[in-house]
Nanobody, 119 residues
Framework: QVQLVESGGGLVQPGGSLRLSCAAS????????MSWYRQAPGQQRELVAS???????NYADSVKGRFTISRDNAKNTVYLQMTSLKPEDTAVYYC?????????????WGQGTQVTVSS
């Protein structure tokens, strides 16, 4: 079991920056692939960025060059640095931890944090 708590969301103007944090507890953080997803009103939840236990990162095309995911295994925390924010980045952002055991994925989710990009 993994408990995830996100923080850092808020209201920001277009072109601004925010850093989201996700603190994990309850299990061995370093073995999990950590991801950020987002869900805008009326839209499906989509993958924004992920980082594996080995540090390999992956980004949605819409955020490449603007967002950076990173993890600090000593602090059991994953971050999402968001720059050059656009109104279309407005969504609830969710932290996800996934571990695959014997080909079965185990997913854990945070409660979400709202990001609003508006002037």
């Amino acid at each position: 079991q993994v408990q995830l708590v996100e923080s850092g969301g808020g209201l920001v103007q277009p072109g601004g920056s925010l850093r989201l944090s996700c603190a994990a507890s309850g299990s061995i953080f370093s073995v999990y692939t950590m991801s950020w997803y987002r869900q805008a009103p009326g839209q499906q939840r989509e993958l924004v960025a992920s980082v594996t236990s080995g540090g390999i990162t992956n980004y949605a095309d819409s955020v490449k060059g603007r967002f950076t995911i990173s993890r600090d295994n000593a602090k059991n925390t994953v971050y999402l640095q968001m720059t050059s924010l656009k109104p279309e980045d407005t969504a609830v952002y969710y932290c996800n931890a996934q571990r695959v055991v014997f080909s079965r994925p185990y997913d854990y989710w945070g409660q979400g944090t709202q990001v609003t990009v508006s002037s």
